[in-house]
Structures are given as structure tokens and as C-alpha cells.
């Protein structure tokens, strides 16, 4: 074998990703197939529970360093296709730029629909008739500007509350709402005129469906079409949920009935998740209310009086330093500083595979009023938060409870073998897949985690080798890290099986590992 033709180039753009990894793959040849045939035989873990960034409709404030700070490896974006239909240059929108950009650092992307027929004063169009198929074609197109790879298409965006009452009812005993019907049909039309010509073909959701933990929604006819189109429809891969609650007890029942609803078979994600009802019906309680806020209004000089909102509103208006914020969240009986625990644990037990989280204030947001009538705080629930916490480095204004618990989650991702420990029996795992392309395989993405890839982007590559590094150096330091991964071979002979050619490529992206340096 001759490394040189197999060197794996720490700066490789994307575009040279895919025959990188097939060249390198040759090179190992039939000793790493034999190796990834005998992890195969393994019985597959659980599904990764990975959390990514939710940028809504303002993907164009993509930040590399934020995204890279959090260890953070998927991205999610929605468009309004009704409004993209008055966009001249599809290549140069600001938020398609922002997920172009995204996929350039290595982000696997969630792209989501968003069908806001209500706000545009629209029905959901007839079927065949040429407004829809206006619609697919711009929607087709808004995808393609994006370009590949776009890992996760969700086909809508809250269509209980996008859509006019008429176009949610069922229009005779038996049949399936119209948004339903469109749906599917823009199924079928994406997946012939985009995914299937893709080299990766992309996994379709249906949804975005929310408040599922009440019995009205739970029982209406649309949600319930929705989910039988999901189970039904070889083409979907599963639904896409909001998670907003009050209580975690409402998180809980809500993911719950998803599971049971949907099976066993199909996969949830969850590409919004907040306790928004619960911070919002705060807002008019005084900030002293119990022992440990009287004692944060003291050491900042607020009077205990003072409403959450008019304290939110002066955060917004001036901003406070972090120690501040996180000395006022965690002194507030109402708020849960363990959101991003709590829920990563609900996800892990009903089997969702991604959930993204409202990622970033920017300084266009300072100035926001929480005072005003029917404000919903999600603001405040984000990971980064410039517009209420100003730092001398950007990159410090976070949420500081969520970013921990944020980062553990990021680090368990490395369980392979799901044992809720970071060890070397997960590396063993790991090591015979090394840059296999599961996709090109056509192995089931639900197999994708038990054989190494742990950001699901359907390959075993230098990523996932990042991830595992960040978590097993984060869990036992530096020194242990560089005890059992030595260069040029490792010190421990259970570590890596006694193959030359997988030993050259550890040795090889050990090497470029260390000669990156990361930037801030």
C-alpha cells in the first residue's frame, strides 16, 4: 500500500470529502471489510439523541465559531416557500448563504418547509392545479440553491396553525385533509425532482406537529392523517415534533404519544423544544418572590418588586454581563436551568434522533420588549443569548447552565455501545468502519451509530473521530488520550486490531489532529 495516495488532508474541502473517503476505503481493502463485517454482526444500540442549532427563518446568522465552540454538528433552517416565491436570486438570500456556509464547516443540515397559507391569506391549493405546482418547483429550487448535502427534509412547519380550518378537516368521511394530501404529493415531487437525483438521497419528515400532549390535537384529524402517513409512506422516515410545554410532565406525555403513535419502526426528531409556556407565565411575578431571588435583587441592586418582564425588558434595553444572568436564572424557582438535561434524557427514552435548540441572539435583537401583550419568551431559552448578555468575547455570551449540560450531551454522543460510559470499547466499535460510507451501502441510518458514525451524516469519517476524541479527552484529560492513541502506533494492543492498514490511518488522522489548530 502506498500512504501517499491515501493521505487523509486535514484541509480538504467539502467537495473532496466523498473521494477522499472512497480512495481511502479502497486503500484499506479487504482487511477493513472483514473487520466492518464482523462489527455488523454486533446487535445495534439505540439511536443517537443529537442536538443541534435551530435557526428558524434566520439561518443567516450561521456562526462557525459559536457552532464550533458548542461541539455542535447539525444545523436546521426553515423557508417560507409562499415568500420565497418573490425571491429574484435564489443563490445570493442571505439565510440560504447562511446554510451554505454551515455545510461548508462540516454542519449536517436539517431543511424544513414552511407552508404559512393562513398568514398569506391562501387554501392549500387544488391538486395539479398551477399554483401548486408553482410552489413544488420553487421549493424544489430553493433546495438546490442550497446544494447538497441536505441530510433531513421536514415537509412542513406547524400546519395545525399555518393552515386555514377548512384545509384541516377531513373533506368527506374517509379522506385525508387537504394540507395532508399536499404533503404527500409534495413528497413524491421533491423526492423525483431532488432527492433521488441526489447522491445521498435525503430522509423526509412529516410535521412540524406540536401540543400533542392535549387530547384535542392528539385526536384530530389532521395529526392523526399526518402519522399515518408517516408509519405508511416507505418514503418517510418519520415525524418532526415542536416541544413546547409548561410542565416537563406535558414534554413527557407528548413525546410518548408520538412513539406510540408512530411505532417502533420510524424516527422522531424534535427541531424546536422549550418550557416557553412555563417562562411565560412568569413574566408578571416579582423577581424577589423566594429567599434566593430577594438575595440575587439585593447583590445587583433590583428591588424584589421588580417583574421578570421589566427586568427582561432592562437586559434587552442594556444588557448585563453573564455572571449576572446566570446568578438571575438560577436564583428563579420558574426557570429550569437543567432544560437541556432533562430533555436530552426524555429524548434519549422515546428515541428521538435529533432535536435542535433555538441556537442565537444577535445584537439585532437587543432592544426587544417582553413587556408587550402576548409576548412568548423564547428568547431566553436559547443557548447563546448576545442580545441579553454582552462579554468582552462574543463567544462568552451564553446561556451558562444550558451550555454545560449542552456540552455533556455533545460528549455522550460518543457512547457507542450505549453503556452511558466514553471507554475504549466504544473506539473498538468504531475502529473497523473508519471511513466507510454507510449511505453509499445503503446501510439503514438507524444502523449508522452502532457502527461509528456519530453526527449521522451516513459516513465514518474524520468527524466522527473529532467527536470521539472531544469526549473520551473531556471524560479522562489530554494524557490519557495520548496514552492509548500513541504515534506511531497505539500502546494498547486491545485498542486497534492487528491490521497495518487501519493502524496507518489512526497514525494518519492522529497526525492531522494535532496539527490543526482549532479556531476561536
Given at each position: 500500500m502506498?500512504?501517499s495516495?491515501?493521505?487523509?488532508q ?8 466523498r473521494?477522499?473517503?472512497?480512495s ?5 481493502g479487504?482487511i ?10 454486533r446487535?445495534?444500540?439505540?439511536a ?5 442549532a ?7 446568522y450561521?456562526d ?8 455542535t ?6 423557508f ?8 429574484g436570486n ?7 448563504v447562511?446554510l451554505?456556509r454551515?455545510?461548508a464547516?462540516?454542519q449536517q ?10 398568514n ?5 391549493p ?6 401548486e ?13 442550497v446544494?447538497?448535502?441536505?441530510n433531513h427534509i421536514?415537509?412542513g412547519n406547524e400546519p395545525m396553525?399555518?393552515?386555514?380550518q377548512?384545509d384541516l ?26 432527492g433521488?437525483?441526489?447522491t ?6 412529516v410535521?412540524s406537529l406540536n ?5 384535542g ?7 392523526q392523517?399526518?402519522f399515518?402517513?408517516a408509519r ?7 415525524v418532526?415534533?415542536h ?14 404519544f408520538?412513539r406510540s403513535t ?13 418550557p416557553v409556556?412555563?417562562y ?8 424577589g ?25 432592562d437586559?434587552?434595553?442594556s ?5 449576572e444572568?446566570t446568578?438571575?436564572?438560577?436564583s428563579?424557582?420558574?426557570f429550569n ?11 434519549r ?7 435542535t435548540?433555538g441556537?442565537?441572539?444577535?445584537e ?7 413587556t408587550?401583550?402576548?409576548y412568548?419568551?423564547?428568547?431566553i431559552?436559547?443557548l ?16 451558562e447552565p444550558?451550555?454545560?449540560?449542552w ?13 452511558s460510559?466514553i471507554d475504549?470499547?466504544d473506539?473498538q466499535?468504531?475502529l473497523?468502519n473508519l471511513?466507510r ?22 459516513q ?20 490519557a ?8 502506533e ?6 486497534v486490531?492487528p491490521a497495518a492498514?487501519t ?9 492531522n489532529?494535532?496539527a ?5
Amino acid at each position: 500500500m502506498n500512504p501517499s495516495r491515501c493521505e487523509f488532508q486535514s484541509d480538504a474541502v467539502n467537495r473532496e470529502a466523498r473521494r477522499q473517503r472512497l480512495s481511502l476505503w479502497r486503500c484499506l481493502g479487504p482487511i477493513a471489510a472483514a473487520l466492518a463485517g464482523l462489527a455488523a454482526l454486533r446487535p445495534a444500540p439505540a439511536a443517537a439523541q443529537i442536538l443541534g442549532a435551530n435557526y428558524n427563518e434566520t439561518s443567516r446568522y450561521v456562526d462557525e465559531a459559536q457552532l464550533a465552540l458548542s461541539k455542535t454538528k447539525w444545523v436546521r433552517g426553515f423557508f417560507d416557500i409562499l415568500q420565497m416565491q418573490d425571491v429574484g436570486n435564489l443563490a445570493t438570500n442571505d439565510n440560504i448563504v447562511g446554510l451554505r456556509r454551515a455545510q461548508a464547516a462540516g454542519q449536517q443540515v436539517i431543511f424544513s418547509f414552511k407552508w404559512a397559507f393562513e398568514n398569506h391569506n391562501q387554501n392549500v391549493p387544488t391538486p395539479g392545479s398551477p399554483q401548486e405546482a408553482a410552489l413544488f418547483a420553487r421549493a424544489v429550487e430553493t433546495l438546490e440553491a442550497v446544494g447538497a448535502p441536505i441530510n433531513h427534509i421536514v415537509l412542513g412547519n406547524e400546519p395545525m396553525w399555518e393552515t386555514r380550518q377548512a384545509d384541516l378537516q377531513r373533506p368527506a368521511p374517509g379522506e385525508a385533509p387537504a394540507v395532508v394530501t399536499f404533503t404527500e404529493r409534495l413528497l413524491d415531487y421533491v423526492q423525483q425532482h431532488y432527492g433521488a437525483l441526489q447522491t445521498q438521497r435525503p430522509q423526509y419528515y412529516v410535521g412540524s406537529l406540536n401540543r400533542l400532549y392535549d387530547a384535542g390535537p392528539q385526536g384530530s384529524a389532521v395529526v392523526q392523517e399526518f402519522f399515518q402517513l408517516a408509519r405508511d409512506n416507505p418514503l418517510v422516515a418519520g415525524v418532526d415534533l415542536h416541544v413546547h410545554y409548561d410542565t416537563l410532565q406535558e414534554a413527557q406525555e407528548m413525546m410518548q404519544f408520538a412513539r406510540s403513535t408512530l411505532g417502533a419502526g420510524k424516527d422522531l426528531l424534535a427541531t424546536e423544544f422549550s418550557p416557553v409556556w412555563r417562562y411565560q407565565n412568569a413574566l408578571d411575578e416579582p423577581i424577589g418572590a423566594d429567599p434566593a431571588g430577594a438575595q440575587f435583587a439585593q447583590q445587583y441592586g433590583y428591588e424584589p418588586s421588580l417583574l421578570v418582564q421589566d427586568y427582561l425588558h432592562d437586559a434587552f434595553a442594556s444588557q448585563v454581563s453573564r455572571q449576572e444572568w446566570t446568578d438571575f436564572i438560577v436564583s428563579q424557582p420558574w426557570f429550569n436551568e437543567h432544560h437541556i438535561r432533562n430533555m436530552h434524557a426524555l429524548f434519549r427514552q422515546h428515541g428521538v434522533s435529533v432535536a435542535t435548540l433555538g441556537y442565537n441572539q444577535t445584537e439585532a435583537m437587543r432592544g426587544l420588549d417582553p413587556t408587550r401583550s402576548g409576548y412568548a419568551p423564547f428568547q431566553i431559552n436559547w443557548l447563546f443569548i448576545e442580545g441579553l448578555v454582552e462579554e468582552s468575547e462574543p463567544l462568552d455570551a451564553s446561556n451558562e447552565p444550558y451550555m454545560a449540560d449542552w456540552l455533556d450531551a455533545q460528549h455522550l454522543l460518543a457512547d457507542v455501545d450505549r453503556d452511558s460510559d466514553i471507554d475504549l470499547s466504544d473506539w473498538q466499535l468504531m475502529l473497523p468502519n473508519l471511513m466507510r460510507d454507510l449511505a453509499a451501502e445503503q446501510i439503514p441510518p438507524e444502523q449508522w451509530l452502532a457502527a461509528g458514525d456519530l453526527n449521522k451524516s451516513g459516513q465514518v469519517d474524520r468527524t466522527d473521530f473529532r467527536i470521539f476524541k472531544d469526549a473520551y479527552v473531556s471524560r479522562y484529560g489530554p494524557a490519557a488520550f495520548d496514552a492509548q492513541f500513541a504515534v506511531p502506533e497505539p500502546t494498547s494492543l486491545a485498542l486497534v486490531p492487528p491490521a497495518a492498514a487501519t493502524a496507518w490511518l489512526l497514525q494518519r488522522m492522529l497526525a492531522n489532529e494535532r496539527a490543526a489548530r482549532p479556531s476561536r
